[in-house]
């Protein structure tokens, strides 16, 4: 299995492998790359995450992958996006087909150094802190390899397809807000306009019926409600308790959190973010260009995205 690490504590990322002679790689470079190259192409790969076998998963342990991966596992070429590692498979009596090649799972390993700069555990870290003593918390960034069910030999894969119909996921979509804890105020003042308003805490809708479909009034709340998390009784994100311009960094990250938590809770709802939302070119080119400056950008968004729409399913995410 192949296993690298990348040092996050400095400016420059640092990369060392461990356990393998290949050459070194950047993770944070390899994933932004792979991500521009479909932004490049038109294509928003956090939108492309629904398909009639739901959302891209462990085979194993029938886990949804988070953050990064979530969009990364949802926009492999496999159609059934279910995975298990070398050692799952193996468990299972099953084998990897010659020449199968794996899709990389990203996590962050963390540890914590003192004033010495020796590592401590977590619980001593805690127990400095409290004490009113230096800590510093360092992590690394890792992977491990999957492989795709239709990659794997010797197992006889259960795997039923997801069926919703549309009072269904309209029905979801409503529990979704109405569950949602420490919710702000949904009003319908403004017929022509959806927006939420940060310093009265509460989202406008216009009526559903005023949406070509049911879904589409659907994403736009979403949309609008994974920006009311940001407010300073919630998580606390400065894309809205600070002002920003139209076109700054800080507003266009605060939209792409927006945008992709939305495609999250839709893919929980089981509408097709994708076939509704079309590709903004100015957003896109936006982010690009941001992508291309900080190749940490794109893990940070997805983590505050993921934040988010776990504050509005009350961390029930799948």
Not at 263 to 284: D, Q, R, T
Request: aromatic letters at 12%; a positive charge.
């Amino acid at each position: 299995m192949n296993n690298a690490t990348v040092e996050t504590n400095t400016n420059t990322a640092t990369t060392k492998t461990t356990k393998t002679d290949k050459p070194k790689v950047d993770l944070y470079q390899l994933v932004t790359d792979k991500i521009m190259a479909l932004l490049e192409k038109g294509v928003a790969p956090w939108r492309q995450t629904w398909s009639s076998y739901g959302l891209a998963r462990n085979y194993v342990s029938g886990k949804t992958y988070n953050g990064i991966n979530k969009i990364m596992m949802n926009n492999t070429i496999h159609p059934i996006p279910y995975f298990l590692s070398f050692k799952q498979a193996k468990a299972l009596n099953g084998t990897i087909k010659k020449g199968a090649k794996g899709e990389m799972v990203f996590y962050f390993n963390v540890f914590y150094k003192d004033a010495n700069n020796k590592t401590v555990s977590e619980e001593e870290a805690k127990a400095l802190k409290t004490a009113g003593q230096e800590v510093k918390r360092r992590s690394t960034l890792r992977y491990f390899n999957v492989f795709n069910v239709a990659d794997i030999e010797g197992i006889e894969f259960r795997i039923p397809e997801v069926a919703l119909k549309e009072n269904e996921q309209i029905e979801k979509c409503e529990r979704i807000i109405k569950d949602m804890p420490n919710p702000p105020t949904f009003k319908n003042i403004n017929a022509n306009d959806a927006y939420y308003n940060a310093l009265q805490d509460y989202i406008n809708m216009p009526d559903i019926k005023q949406f070509t479909t049911s879904a589409e009034y659907y994403t736009t709340l979403f949309h609008e409600t994974i920006h009311s998390t940001g407010h300073k009784d919630r998580l606390s994100r400065k894309g809205i308790t600070e002002p920003n311009k139209f076109g700054s960094i800080p507003y266009s990250q605060e939209e792409l959190v927006a945008e992709m938590g939305a495609a999250f809770l839709s893919a929980e709802a089981g509408i097709n973010y994708a076939e509704i939302v079309e590709n903004n070119a100015a957003y896109l080119q936006g982010w690009l260009k941001k992508l291309k400056e900080d190749k940490r950008f794109i893990f940070r968004t997805a983590a505050k995205a993921q934040q988010a729409a776990r504050y509005i399913l009350g961390n029930n995410m799948s």
